[in-house]
């Protein structure tokens, strides 16, 4: 979430070391971007996800939203096999990307008005 008066950037590496601990110095560049339009559920989210090739600190998960739930690292094709019960908004570009795949934007619809049960669908 971007605060009111913050850059994107700023933001984005405000919540890194809020959720990680890591302080990210440069941003290299946006990898892609994420739409989820859930009008049966009455929001829309928008997700950039940035390359960096600095970061500095120790990771430790303080995050105060319950987004991170564990940090490791892993082969690229262990983590897609790790990603398996994610959203498909988060699994398949996360996926693509780590496959090679620079497809710039990705949309999603969610349909339903239970997320738990709500249905995902690519639509573009």
Do not use: K
């Not at 600095?54 to 690229?76: F, N, W």
């Amino acid at each position: 979430m971007i605060d009111e008066g913050e850059t994107l950037l700023g933001g984005l590496a405000r919540e890194v070391f809020e959720e990680t601990g890591l302080t990210v110095n440069t941003w290299s560049a946006r990898s892609y971007t994420v739409t989820v339009d859930a009008p049966d559920l009455g929001w829309q989210l928008t997700v950039e996800a940035w390359e960096t090739d600095q970061v500095a600190g120790e990771i430790c998960i303080a995050d105060p939203d319950g987004i991170v739930e564990e940090v490791r690292h892993t082969s690229a094709a262990d983590a897609v096999q790790l990603m398996a019960a994610s959203p498909l908004w988060v699994r398949e570009p996360v996926g693509a990307w780590l496959g090679g795949d620079r497809e710039q934007h990705y949309r999603f619809a969610l349909r339903g008005t239970n997320r738990a049960s709500a249905r995902a669908e690519r639509i573009s």
